[in-house]
């Protein structure tokens, strides 16, 4: 099973940076790039565990805040020469709303 959930506004959500989404299970950091785009990936970084939604915006990647991993927003891996990969969600922005497909898997 899975759902579309609403999240909130594109404007909630500051250019390069993130609002969280806690789902119970999983908390999941939404992000918006300098173009609009949004993505979502669980707020654990890979490395230790650091806040994501923390970290710093550029293109299409986030910064990790702790030790500076680079992760890319669209399929949550790590940038070489590191290593690690944290799960995604499929976003879509309707009317103005960022909406979140969330699987049973998390
Ligand atoms: S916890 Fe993210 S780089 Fe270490």
Not at 24 to 40: K, L, M, P, Q
């Amino acid at each position: 099973m899975s759902d579309w959930i609403d999240v909130c506004d594109l404007e909630d959500v500051p250019l390069l940076g993130s609002r969280v989404l806690k789902t119970g299970t999983i908390d999941i950091a939404v992000f918006r790039t300098s173009t609009n785009e949004v993505y979502a990936l669980e707020n654990k970084c890979p490395h230790k565990g650091g806040p994501l939604s923390e970290g710093l915006v550029h293109g299409k990647q986030v910064t990790c805040p702790l030790h500076s991993r680079v992760l890319n927003l669209d399929n949550g891996t790590v940038v070489a020469p590191d290593v690690g990969c944290v799960r995604t969600f499929a976003t879509r922005v309707n009317e103005g709303r960022i909406k979140l497909k969330v699987t049973d898997k998390g």
